[in-house]
């Protein structure tokens, strides 16, 4: 079992940054891949971001491709979404999760582990 509490969201004007992090315990976090999905109001919750259990491999979504950035530090069992260019779109809750496995993947149901959330607003 993973628990996993995320913090850094808040309140930023579009065009803005953010950085959120993920604090891991539990399993050993080398041994899992990480990912960030986050949820609109009124929307499903949709894949924005994973890393594979080294940092060595990371996928985007097109809609955030070239403005978030997911990193890990396995020293510190922590896994973070650099989130610069912020569009109003962007708000929603954002989940990091852990994966069953090392690989990253886009898909949520290999993921089997699920922080709280943290909320994001982006105002224009």
């Known amino acids: 079992q993973v628990q996993l509490v995320e913090s850094g969201g808040g309140l930023v004007q579009a065009g803005g940054s953010l950085r959120l992090s993920c604090a891991a315990s539990?399993?050993?976090?080398?041994?899992?891949?990480m990912g960030w999905f986050r949820q609109a109001p009124g929307k499903e919750r949709e894949f924005a971001a994973a890393?594979?259990?080294?940092?060595?491999?990371?996928y985007a979504a097109d809609s955030v491709k070239g403005r978030f950035t997911i990193s890990r530090d396995n020293a510190k069992n922590t896994v973070y979404l650099q989130m610069n260019s912020l569009k109003p779109e962007d708000t929603g809750v954002y989940y990091c999760?852990?994966?069953?496995?090392?690989?990253?993947?886009?898909?949520?149901?290999?993921?089997?582990?699920w922080g709280q959330g943290t909320q994001v607003t982006v105002s224009s």
């Open positions: 890393i594979n259990w080294s940092g060595s491999i990371t």
């Open positions: 539990g399993r050993t976090f080398s041994s899992y891949a």
């Open positions: 999760a852990a994966a069953g496995d090392i690989i990253a993947t886009m898909f949520a149901s290999e993921y089997n582990n």
